[in-house]
């Protein structure tokens, strides 16, 4: 029949302490002065979860004697001398040679290996020295004690709570997500308005909707890393519209966005209408959104080639079992006049040569008339044609004195002009 291995480990304990205190009264008399000693205490070794823990003990005048290592706290035999006895794959001695020291060796240390070991020397009256293991585990939040997450209306009063292991014990740390703010009570204090609160249980009192979000829970001990579990809190509440009456200008055939803000939970049931019915039966050319955070929905419209009928007044809505909210945006034409301006020919006047002043002089001859030639066509007599050209001589001089006044003060850029043309300036004078 088998034995199970728990009896098996027990015989082989009963055995080797036998062992041990046989091989002890075996030895012969030691002489008073000499006597095996531990040259040290045995230093308390503190490691981290899964790194290896190394236990020394330091022995003068060993002799023939051996050095055994066993578990304190229930006198499980580990190894004896640099043997080891146990069968844990993690356990393992070391002595080197001409040494004084043996080492019990743990790796991958477990929570279960904290404790205290004992270095004994298997003397007649046995000698034994003790040293401990402390084994550091980093936070871990236990998910059977910690709450999840919790939805309650307005006004009522909420505790979450947050359970970790871990050693050292852990710290528990409470925080918003968003960082926000947010207020506490206790009996001494009373009423106070914080961003980081510490301790396994958050209390929050008459809870209202700017308290909605995710709570971090933070369990820290300085072995990281630190662990955090998101607990997020809901609370319901009546829709509350977070603006006035709103008025919008639009040209026709253009695009407006209309966009109403409630805070509301839960806000799953928004709508957009006219005065008359819901907007999908005036038949345009609408597009309809929303956008929610935790407690804020924001209801968005877009009127695309806007039409005379789809001026007017626009409801948005927001309901919920606790109530609802409405808002309005009056939709008006804006009115663009079109001005014809009718454009003229422009004329681009050509660069003029330099010119030099010039003055002009006009010397008018008058040829006399024969006598035949006056008789022959207007039968004029000699007195007459005398007094014709004395008359036109005077009117000749007086036109000249004229040009000459007037040729110094024109402009240089003036054309010369022609005799022919002063001739007939001045028979019009006439």
Known sequence: MRSSPSTMAVWQQIACFFFLTTYSNSQDVVDEDWTPQFAEPIANVTVALGREAVLSCTVRNLGHLKVGWLKAEDQTVLSLDSKVVT?????????????????????????????????????????????????????????????????????????????????????IQWRREDGRTFTIYNATQGFATVDTYNGGKLELVKVDYTQMGAYLCIASNDIP??????????????????????????????????????????????????????????????????????????????????????????????????????????????????????????????PSEPTTPTTIETTTTTEEPTTTDAL???????????????????????????????SNSVPSSLPNVSLVALVTFILALR
Request: hydrophobic share 30%; net charge neutral; charged share 20%.
């Open 87 to 171: 069968h844990n794959m993690r356990v393992s001695v070391s002595h080197e040679p001409e040494s004084d020291t043996w080492r019990l060796h743990i790796r991958q240390v477990k929570p279960s290996d904290k404790g205290c070991y004992m270095c004994q020397i298997n003397t007649i009256n046995m000698k034994k020295q003790i040293g401990c293991l402390d084994v550091h585990v980093p936070p871990d939040i236990l998910d059977a004690g910690t709450s999840s997450d919790t939805e309650v209306q307005e006004g009522d009063n909420v505790t979450l709570v947050c359970s970790a292991v871990g050693q050292p014990a852990p710290r």
């Open 225 to 350: 890393p630190a662990v955090s579990k998101r607990i997020v809190l809901k609370i319901s509440f009546a829709p509350v519209s977070r603006q006035s009456n709103q008025m919008v200008g639009a040209v026709l055939g253009s695009s407006v966005n209309l966009a109403c803000n409630f805070h509301a939970y839960p806000s799953d049931n928004t709508s957009w209408h006219r005065e008359i019915s819901e907007i999908h039966e005036y038949g345009g050319d609408y597009k309809i959104g929303v956008t929610r955070t935790s407690f804020e929905a924001i209801l968005h419209l877009t009127v695309r080639n806007i039409r005379p009928i789809d001026f007017g007044r626009y409801f948005c809505s927001v309901t919920n079992a606790l109530g609802n909210a409405r808002s309005s945006i009056t939709v008006y034409e804006i009115k663009v006049e079109t001005t014809t301006i009718a454009s003229s020919p422009t004329t681009t006047p050509l």
């Open 376 to 406: 022959s066509s207007n039968e004029i007599s000699e007195q007459e044609m005398a007094s014709l050209f004395n008359e036109n001589s005077k009117r000749g001089a007086e036109a000249s004195s004229r040009r000459r006044t007037y």
